[in-house]
Nanobody, 123 residues
């Protein structure tokens, strides 16, 4: 099991940047695939990005490609989501999650979730 705590959310103007962090505790972090998901008001939670345990495999949803970058530091038990060129439609609660899979974009294959951090992008 992995315990996850997100941080780094906030209010930013359109075109701005934020870096989210997800601190993990638990022995299995370094072997877990990590994902970022988001949920906007009135919408379903959706996949944003995923990274394999080694960082060698990375997936992004199309709407964030070229703007967001996921990375991890296994020595610090932390995964990051660098978000650039933010748009109002990126406004959501962002969650990190851990999976026992090699890497996956499917929410149902993530076992452990953080509490979420709010990102608000003003126009």
């Amino acid at each position: 099991q992995v315990q996850l705590v997100e941080s780094g959310g906030g209010l930013v103007q359109s075109g701005g940047s934020l870096r989210l962090s997800c601190a993990a505790s638990g022995r299995t972090f370094s072997s877990a695939a990590m994902g970022w998901f988001r949920q906007a008001p009135g919408k379903e939670r959706e996949f944003v990005a995923a990274i394999s345990w080694s960082g060698g495999n990375i997936y992004y949803t199309d709407s964030v490609k070229g703007r967001f970058t996921v990375s991890r530091d296994n020595a610090k038990n932390t995964v990051y989501l660098q978000m650039n060129s933010l748009k109002p439609e990126d406004t959501a609660v962002y969650y990190c999650a851990a999976s026992g899979m090699v890497i996956t974009t499917h929410m149902g294959e993530y076992d452990d979730w953080g509490q979420g951090t709010q990102v608000t992008v003003s126009s």
